[in-house]
């Protein structure tokens, strides 16, 4: 990306993962654009609860898909999912919990920052 993103604090965007190396453009990082219909912008750290619900939703994230350089997650890793997915998570009751420092501020515009900061690893 070459504009500089934001998380949901104004700072700067951290790093979620880089093994496995996630986010929409495989950067390590939650950055979005206008190609990312889905809104990749919520790193969150998956649980098997999280992994299995994906899954009956349709969206397995446990199996690799090389061809587009997703290597399979498993509980523990951090990965940058959709806010909608996230959102849907939480309502059903095991939406996994996230790190806003590398949690874009884009994801603002569809969910508030206090239901972010309750589901939130990185505050004290």
């Avoid at 951090?78 to 919990?97: F, N």
Wanted: charged share 20%; glycine share 10%.
């Amino acid at each position: 990306m070459s504009v500089k993103q934001k998380n949901v604090f104004g700072g700067p965007l951290e790093t979620c993962s880089r093994a496995p190396l996630t986010g929409f453009y495989r950067s390590g990082c939650c950055d979005t654009g206008a190609d990312d219909l889905g809104l990749h912008a919520v790193c969150a750290e998956m649980t098997r609860e999280f992994l299995d619900f994906s899954k009956a939703r349709g969206n397995d994230l446990t199996v690799p898909n090389p061809a587009v350089g997703f290597p399979g997650l498993a509980p523990g890793d951090r990965w940058c999912l959709c806010a909608g997915r996230w959102v849907e998570a939480v309502e059903a009751g095991c939406a996994p919990r996230i790190v806003l420092a590398a949690t874009n501020q884009e994801v603002l515009e569809h969910v508030p920052l206090e239901l972010l900061k309750r589901h939130a690893l990185d505050l004290v």
